[in-house]
């Protein structure tokens, strides 16, 4: 079982729809971020969070510490947001990646 | 436009050949990173450098041999290399080691015949 778990692993939506994208930790973290990754392979950090709330744009980021439970949202769906969209932990001094959601946004 | 560059985008290569991976940024970071990426398999981490130094190889087998010639600057050489070993290789920069926020470069997809 890995230590950062993320579902659903595929995820299709209508243009607008409201989308939550969740990730599970086992492990103790000092930070979980929230990463996009495109279709021609290049990652970009869209969060990194350790407590509460973060929002950017369209964009929201949660985290449950207790629960060790973090979900990303995105509001208004665009076909743009397609890509995959990876969780990640910060334990000790590493990061331990989930396997991401693979979004895909019709219009 | 992350600030952290790769070339090649693309690289084609047989098992015999001798190549290089190169990775630039100038953001001022002190660690750079090397990530390999399978279909269907979380990010893994290969190498860690810190100020130039190395400070983490995670198992990596000698085929790959990194290099850092200075802060702004990671190579990853290649000889002899594996079908297996087919992938998207991802560097990385942050300020520091320890997990602080992750600045990544556009990858470059490797395949090996």
């Known amino acids: 079982k890995n230590e950062v778990e993320q579902s659903p692993q595929n995820l299709t939506a209508q243009e607008g729809e409201f989308i939550t994208i969740n990730c599970s930790y086992s492990v103790g973290i000092s930070a979980l971020h929230w990463l996009q990754q495109h279709p021609g392979g290049g990652i970009v950090s869209l969060f990194m969070l350790s407590s509460g709330k973060k929002k950017h744009g369209r964009l929201i980021a949660t985290i449950n510490i207790q629960e060790k439970h973090s979900s990303l949202h995105i509001t208004a769906s665009h076909p743009r947001d397609s890509a995959v969209y990876i969780c990640a932990v910060s334990n000790t001094d590493k990061l331990i990646f989930g396997t991401g959601t693979r979004l895909q946004v019709f219009p | 436009e992350t600030g952290v560059t790769q070339t ?58 990194p290099e850092c010639p200075n802060s702004s600057h990671l190579f990853l050489h290649l000889h002899t290399l594996q079908p297996e070993d087919s992938a998207l290789y991802l560097c990385a920069s942050s300020f520091r080691t320890g997990g602080g926020e992750l600045f990544f470069g556009e990858g470059s997809r490797l395949t090996v015949l």
Not at chain 2, 19 to 47: D, I
Request: net charge positive; charged share 25%.
């Open chain 2, 8 to 65: 090649p985008r693309h690289l084609v290569m047989g098992m015999t050949n001798k190549k290089s991976l190169k990775c630039e940024q100038h953001l001022g970071h002190n660690a750079m990173y090397w990530y390999k990426q399978s279909a269907k398999k979380p990010l893994e981490l290969m190498f860690v450098y810190s100020l130039e130094e190395r400070v983490e190889n995670n198992s990596v087998p000698s085929r790959f041999s």
